[in-house]
């Protein structure tokens, strides 16, 4: 081993196949997987959270908190990580601190090590219940910021290098553990990776991981300038759920980085057995691989800059509205709407909220119809936005909006009243676990189809 190896973590097992397999991987598969990815030394396993919790229970009638306690057990050597949305959680709104609290407490039980905490608007009060929690309970808190552009490199009015130290500063001082950048389309090009992780490594005193997409194209040759920079982790996939919209494939990176001081020193071959092992595995999967391009990379996305998840959302809501020949005017029409909402980065749920505006803007058009989660983000329900947004289309979306017509400056949180109470009078007689209980809290219909299936068959107990 060198004596400043990069470290690798493994996103096979939830962001991988959440890109490429539309979420879809079942615990009977990762099973066979598990022993022998707990023998390659990776950082740690990102095997939870993200899309996985709610695919779980909405199409493959999983309970997600099994499926964590499960690998947990086979994975005893390697650190468990998930992607938590800060005050979203694995849910699309904000929730209530009591509902953070007791969700962060059951998944740092139930086995995970590290929690990967992002908001979408790299509004920092949305990530102080979330790491205050976290360090409670005597795990490690990764601060995330979501690295957004407003042109095709960093700069600009709004995202700059200050931009993103400033907020790196900030989340080290709130007791985040390491600082993650996280690049959901694929944007970052090499000389910002440099860059940035280069100011990044000065101005904190705790690790930096960059997560990537191979969206781009870009992810692989970013990762060696950001090792060159010094970068503390990085994110990749096993070869068989690695590229297109997932991140970059593992093995060509450590031959890349062989006999270098940067050399991560995993052993090749049996990443290679375990890329075969993937492959016959994910056979089953092929129908939901997007195969309509040759292309392993979306070249237009360093134009376009939408995340492939909000493409795949936008092409079905086109196609249920017979208007998919309209997909190039809703290009045209994100980067205006993403500008009135003050130029949100477009993760979920944001990248949705603006992509269904959006759509709704080209069909009927602009701010005919508003959905409620744009009243909602106007309001000020999901925090700040990194820029202004638009006053007027703000004094349009808010008219006659039930909790009134003055947007909210506080955090977020603030405005909410707890549920966790009231989650456990609603599921009485058929929740039987904490986790169950935080099903429902999270997604009350879907988590209570979820359970009455579970328990008796779909009827009411």
């Not at 129908?287 to 392993?296: F, G, P, Q, S, W």
């Not at 039987?432 to 008796?456: D, V």
């Amino acid at each position: 081993m060198t004596s400043d190896p990069l470290r690798i973590t493994d996103t096979t097992l939830r962001d991988g196949h959440q890109s490429i397999l539309a979420t879809r991987l079942r615990i009977e598969d990762m099973v066979p997987l598990a022993p022998e990815m707990d023998k390659v030394g990776f950082h740690s396993l990102e095997v939870w959270g993200g899309a996985t919790y709610d695919v779980c229970i909405r199409f493959l009638n999983e309970d997600p908190w099994e499926r964590l306690q499960t690998l947990k057990k086979l994975l005893p050597n390697t650190p468990l990580q998930m992607l938590l949305r800060g005050q979203n959680l694995v849910g699309y709104r904000n929730y209530p601190d009591d509902v953070v609290r007791e969700f962060i407490r059951e998944a740092a039980g139930c086995g995970i090590d590290i929690f990967r905490i992002f908001d979408a608007l790299n509004d920092e009060r949305n990530l102080e219940v979330s790491i205050k929690t976290v360090n409670e309970c005597g795990k490690h808190a990764q601060a995330c910021l979501c690295f957004s552009l407003t042109e095709h490199r960093m700069g600009g009015d709004i995202f700059t290098l200050d931009y993103y130290i400033n907020k790196a500063k900030i989340l080290q001082l709130m007791g985040a553990d390491s600082l993650c950048i996280k690049d959901m389309a694929g944007l970052i090009a090499p000389p910002d990776a440099f860059e940035l992780i280069s100011a990044l490594k000065k101005a904190l005193d705790i690790p930096v991981q960059l997560h990537t997409h191979y969206t781009s194209g870009l992810a692989s040759m970013s990762y060696l300038k950001a090792a060159e920079a010094g970068v503390d982790v990085v994110d990749t996939a096993l070869a068989p759920l690695a590229m297109r919209s997932s991140q970059p494939p593992c093995e060509p990176l450590l031959v890349g980085l062989a006999g270098t001081a940067r050399d991560p020193g995993l052993d090749l071959n049996l990443i290679f057995r375990l890329s075969e092992q993937v492959e016959d595995i994910v056979g089953k999967y092929h129908d939901l691989i997007e195969n309509t391009r040759m292309a392993v990379f979306d070249t237009q996305v360093l134009m376009h800059q939408i995340p492939g998840g909000m493409i795949s959302n936008l092409v079905q809501q086109l196609k249920e509205a017979k208007a998919l020949d309209r997909l190039p005017e809703v290009y045209e029409e994100i980067p205006r709407t993403r500008k009135d909402m003050g130029y949100p980065p477009l993760v979920t749920p944001t990248s949705q909220i603006v992509g269904v505006q959006a759509v709704l803007n080209v069909l009927f058009g602009r701010y005919k119809v508003i959905t409620q989660q744009v009243k909602d983000y106007f309001y000020g329900l999901y925090g700040r936005s990194p820029a202004p947004v638009n006053p007027e289309i703000q004094r349009l979306a808010l008219a006659g909006y039930p909790r009134g017509e003055t947007p909210i400056d506080c955090r977020a949180a603030d405005t909410l009243e707890d549920e966790m109470a009231k989650a456990r009078e609603e599921t009485k007689g058929i929740a039987r676990t904490a986790g169950e209980i935080l099903i429902y809290a999270l997604y009350p219909q879907t988590g209570m189809e979820f359970l009455k299936k579970k328990y008796t068959g779909g009827k009411s107990s």
